[in-house]
């Protein structure tokens, strides 16, 4: 289990984030929503590790996290995707798996003796068929379409074997259609037992998707709970959703974005 107590994070005289406290259980997928300059990505950047803490702890099972650096915190097991892709646009889709699942293994570190392409090819390719590449692996990523390159970078973060996925603004840049798709990707892994917590600004990537949903407003969190009740959230709305935005009884019916 995720838990974040009291999270505080101040630059100078401004508090992005002003005692955030909140779990995230194995199995669980939790979205972290709310207006820019909410401090969410603040927020979500300090759980990752590129940021220190002012004040607050991060527990992982148990495990301190606040203190270490985010190489340390993939080895616990917590693996991070970011708003815009990052991969190797050198190297082919195959392996730029096959460089992070060799990454992964300390005692089969990547050798300057033997080719990359012989190197962890099953694992790869069993992660590219995870994550629907599997047709695309001898591509150069510099020609993959961006919706490609988004479940590329989720491939590589999913190579060190993660218990808990942070995805930041995962569905970010993507039409209707690759959003649907790829959120669905995310549910599956939450479903497999996975603790999964993301920022989002499209709110068809948060209804039907996200188990529970976090709104940050002004450092805080304003309200929590599912989909459906956040958007009849009288407060939410007013602050951040608007009145645009509908929701049926089962809580699914998300075609407008939020718009900060």
Request: glycine share 10%; proline share 2%; aromatic share 4%.
């Amino acid at each position: 289990m995720l838990q974040v107590q009291e999270l505080v994070k101040h630059f100078g005289g401004i508090r992005a984030v002003d005692g955030v406290s909140f779990e995230v259980a194995a199995g669980e997928c939790v979205a972290l929503i709310g207006p820019n300059g909410a401090g969410k990505s603040t927020c979500f950047a300090c759980i990752a590790g590129q940021y220190p803490l002012t004040g607050g702890r991060i527990l992982w099972n148990g495990q301190a996290l606040e203190k270490l650096a985010p190489a340390a915190r993939l080895r616990h097991g917590v693996a991070r995707t970011f708003q815009v892709a990052q991969v190797f646009e050198a190297l082919t889709v195959l392996q730029n798996v096959q460089l992070a699942v060799q990454a992964s293994r300390a005692q089969n570190a990547i050798s300057a003796f033997k080719p990359l392409d012989r190197q962890s090819v099953g694992a790869a390719r069993a992660l590219l068929d995870q994550t629907g590449l599997g047709a695309s692996d001898g591509e150069d990523v510099a020609n993959l379409a961006y919706g490609a390159k988004k479940r590329l970078e989720l491939a590589i973060a999913l190579a060190a074997a993660p218990r808990l996925l942070l995805l930041d603004e995962p569905a970010a840049g993507l039409a209707e259609a690759e959003r649907a798709s790829l959120m669905q990707l995310v549910k599956t892994l939450a479903g497999q037992g996975m603790a999964v917590l993301y920022t989002e600004h499209n709110m068809d990537a948060v209804a039907g998707v996200a188990d529970r949903v976090l709104v940050l407003i002004e450092g805080r969190i304003a309200a929590q709970g599912s989909f459906d009740a956040i958007s009849r959230d009288a407060e939410v709305r007013r602050l951040y959703l608007g009145d645009g935005l509908e929701a049926d009884g089962d809580g699914a019916d998300a075609r407008g974005a939020a718009h900060a």
